[in-house]
């Protein structure tokens, strides 16, 4: 296996996008990642997309394809990654192989989702039915908020973590959001917003929920050989990558305080990268509900099981504090277009470690330029963690 | 946001129909009040959901156990905003119960007030059909 680094990185603004259709907004991200790394769409050898709802939240059973006609980029090798809300790390990892392998020089990673072409309930439907539909779904309607408050409920009882703590999160995702000009909701709540809105799945509410974006993010992966060709500036290369996963019924997880696939997936990413998570100079971790914050500063190794919420009340996950974590808003404020998230996650890491772009009170100090993307798809069924160093 | 022009995409309806011919007992066991779990004659493993083969030593071999109903609730939530097929319900409490014999169960929690219900209570699993007819289990209070 070969080095590989991201030479090119680009987003599509988040929000409710009923102005595009899928192609659309994904030519919207892939542009600027061309023009970004200094390449044309010809370049590019593979690719690898990320969408989740092809066919059931938007019209397309094929969005690759299309994805791939409408950037220039048909010819090349083509496949869509599904791993759920992970299907972009998928994308990212899949990419990765090509170029690690030797086959392709250049590979691409395009995430792109658009989720707002129908309505709420069907969309609660959809994703409740993101998990097993036979046996957790068909008879017992559990939405994705309540596969994640069965975790809150858990990991309250045997640590005493509060609902105020879980409200911490979503205030401080709020906040870097509001000086993250591609996110989807950029206004600053407080903990009364949070406690006050209306609950969703108890002891989940409204706030402690991300939204349902439509979004788009595109990365361009290349060899070291290519890194010098094009005599790219700041390369960040791909230091680690951890995958694993989690039983597809809910009753079969060992428990409900943090998930396996997050510890599993995050220790092999440190060994290959030879790094401990002290030496993170910033992550983004998925955040797709309050409590999943929390247990993934616990399962990710940035304390100790039990003490996720100690490390949010201490404001140790801020800018200033021992790890900046979700500093573009996370999937709670910035979005969640689920088969993007994954490719936005590297675009934000990029950025930071590049220290280029990204709006001044939301740049992590870099020490080590190191970075961390812990990337969750269903409730703990996929999991994939990268670890990026400038 | 003012509305963005659109065109409506062609309407399908989708209904599936699930083959459950491997795991009939379960879903007749239900009819006569019993909840059943599957047991791999090769390793002993218990399983539920049931299943008709086994991914611990992969033999095909099963028997049905009816299982004891004895619960303890180790988490749950209360589902207020429902998915469009949900709608008709009112908010409902699903929870994941352990049962003495060892295997998990994630089902509807039903006869508690909510402020009642504790990680922790013990509860009865009982199998259940419901007005609509559909065969299902819930977790209810110890009689
Ligand atoms: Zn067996």
Not at chain 1, 336 to 356: D, N, V, W
Not at chain 2, 80 to 87: D, E
Not at chain 2, 128 to 135: F, S
Request: glycine residues 8%.
């Amino acid at each position: 296996m070969r080095k590989v680094a991201v030479i090119g990185v680009g987003s599509s603004k988040f929000g409710v996008r009923n102005d595009v259709n899928v192609a659309e907004l994904a030519f919207e991200a892939f542009k600027p990642s061309v023009e970004d790394a200094g390449i044309s769409p010809k370049d590019i050898e593979f690719v690898a997309v990320g969408s989740t709802g092809a066919g059931a939240w938007y019209e397309e059973l094929l969005p690759a394809v299309v994805s791939a006609e409408y950037c220039g980029l048909t010819g090349a090798g083509l496949v869509r990654c599904e791993a759920a809300c992970a299907s972009g790390s998928a994308a990212f990892t899949t990419a990765y192989w090509a170029v690690a392998s030797g086959q392709a020089e250049i590979a691409l990673a395009l995430g792109v989702e658009k989720m707002r072409e129908i309505d709420t309930p069907t969309m609660m439907e959809w994703i409740g039915r993101a998990g097993y539909y036979l046996w957790e779904f068909h008879n017992f309607g559990v939405t994705f908020p309540a596969y994640y408050a069965l975790y809150a409920t858990a990991h309250m009882a045997k640590f005493g973590t509060t609902e105020e703590d879980l409200a911490l999160v979503a205030v401080k995702n709020h906040k870097y959001a509001s000086m993250n000009p591609i996110a989807h909701l950029q206004n600053r709540i407080t903990v009364d917003d949070v406690l006050s809105s209306m609950v969703i799945a108890a002891p989940l509410k409204l706030f402690d929920c991300c939204p349902v974006t439509d979004g788009a993010a595109s990365l361009i992966l290349a060899s070291e050989e290519k890194v010098k060709e094009l005599k790219i500036d700041t390369p960040v290369w791909v230091a680690g990558i951890g995958y694993a996963s989690g039983t597809a019924n809910l009753s079969k997880r060992l428990d409900y305080v943090g998930l396996e696939a997050t510890v599993s997936a995050s220790q092999m990413a440190y060994k290959m990268a030879k790094i401990s998570p002290d030496q993170l100079d910033v992550a983004v971790v998925h955040d797709c509900f309050t409590i999943a914050e929390i247990m993934a500063y616990e399962d990710l190794g940035f304390c100790k099981k039990g003490e996720g919420a100690k490390l949010i009340r201490e404001g140790q996950t801020e800018i200033g504090g021992k790890i900046p974590v979700n500093v573009d808003g996370g999937l709670k404020a910035k979005g969640h277009p689920i088969g993007a998230t994954g490719c936005s996650m590297i675009y934000e890491l990029t950025k930071q470690l590049r220290e280029e772009a990204v709006e001044k009170g939301r740049q992590a100090p870099m020490k080590n330029y190191i970075a961390l993307a812990h990337n969750v798809g269903g409730t703990g069924h996929y999991c994939y963690v990268t670890i990026l160093r400038r | 946001m003012a509305a963005m022009p659109s065109l409506k995409s062609r309407e399908i309806k989708i209904v599936q129909d699930i083959p459950i011919s491997k795991t009939l007992p379960f879903w007749e066991g239900l009819k006569q009040g019993k909840v059943l779990a599957t047991k791999c004659k090769k390793c002993g493993k218990l399983y539920f959901p049931p299943v008709a083969d086994c991914s611990q030593c992969l033999a095909s071999d099963m028997e049905w156990v009816e299982l004891s109903g004895e619960a303890t609730i180790e988490t749950f939530t209360h589902v207020v905003v429902r998915p469009t097929t949900f709608q008709h319900e009112k908010p409902y409490t699903v929870a994941i119960g352990r049962l003495k014999e060892g295997v998990r169960v994630l089902a509807w929690l039903t006869g508690f007030k909510l402020s009642e219900v504790k990680v922790g209570m013990k509860a009865k699993l009982v199998a259940k059909i419901t007005p609509e007819g559909n065969l299902t289990y819930e977790f209810t209070r110890l009689e």
